[in-house]
């Protein structure tokens, strides 16, 4: 079984500050991992996964995850945050046995000017 | 990587008719997915789509409902039957383009549908 919590539903920055999206996950399994955004009216775009390698992924647009077992983490997170990211973003935990993977159920990002 | 074109983007729909949606993809793949997403809700799963046999459904979701064709390697439709408001919610298509342990899943932009 697995399991994937957002801990936040909606989250709130500033121009120019730092975001972190927060993201834990249960598997019976060594899981892979991803972050998906979606801006309005438009579909998934995969931001970065995680596979087991590098436990720190870097992606696309500046944002970084950081696969933490012990914490069963997989937190996001940009240093500084751009009006072009406000959309939804959504953390993804897939098994490696098979392909189904299970959303989480979203965190709405606001930049505010 | 996957490019997949999904048809219709979007559409408006009488309650108590049908729709399919179309999912191509610009390469053989093995497995094809079909998710819901509700207004201001997450992503669920409603079924697999295997080439060759029957689609394999989630919890809550059931053929007659949400009957699926998937007739080769790069094509699939869902129909969305007897349609209600409900039902209004965006569809998409997603496949798993990878053979070995590091799965990635590539999604199509979606169907809007609305049910009036």
């Known amino acids: 079984a697995q399991s994937v919590t957002q801990l936040d539903s909606h989250v709130s920055v500033s121009e120019g500050t730092p975001v972190l999206l927060r993201c834990n996950y249960s598997?019976?399994?060594?899981?892979?991992l991803f972050w998906y955004v979606q801006h309005p009216n438009k579909g998934l775009q995969l931001l970065l996964k995680y596979t087991s390698a590098a436990t720190l992924v870097k992606g696309i647009n500046g944002f970084e995850a950081e696969f933490k077992k012990s914490e069963t983490s997989f937190h996001l997170t940009k240093p500084s945050a751009h009006m072009s990211d406000a959309a939804e973003y959504f953390c993804v935990v897939s098994p490696l046995s098979y392909q189904k993977v299970t959303f989480g159920t979203g965190t709405k990002l606001q930049v505010i000017p | 990587s996957a490019v997949i074109s999904q048809k219709p983007s979007r559409d408006i729909c009488q309650r108590g008719t049908s729709l399919t949606i179309q999912c191509q993809v610009d390469?053989?793949?093995?497995?094809m997915f079909w998710y819901r997403q509700q207004p201001g809700q997450s992503l669920t799963l409603i079924a697999t789509a295997n080439q060759g046999s029957e689609a394999t459904y989630e919890s809550g979701f059931v053929i007659d409902k949400f009957p699926i064709s998937r007739p080769n390697l790069t094509f699939s439709t869902l129909t969305v039957s007897n349609m209600s408001p409900e039902d209004s919610s965006i569809y998409l298509c997603?496949?798993?383009?990878?053979?070995?342990?590091?799965?990635?899943?590539?999604f199509g932009q979606g169907t809007r549908l609305t049910v009036v």
């Open positions: 997603s496949v798993d383009t990878s053979s070995s342990p590091s799965t990635e899943a590539f």
């Open positions: 390469s053989q793949v093995t497995m």
């Open positions: 598997s019976s399994y060594s899981p892979s």
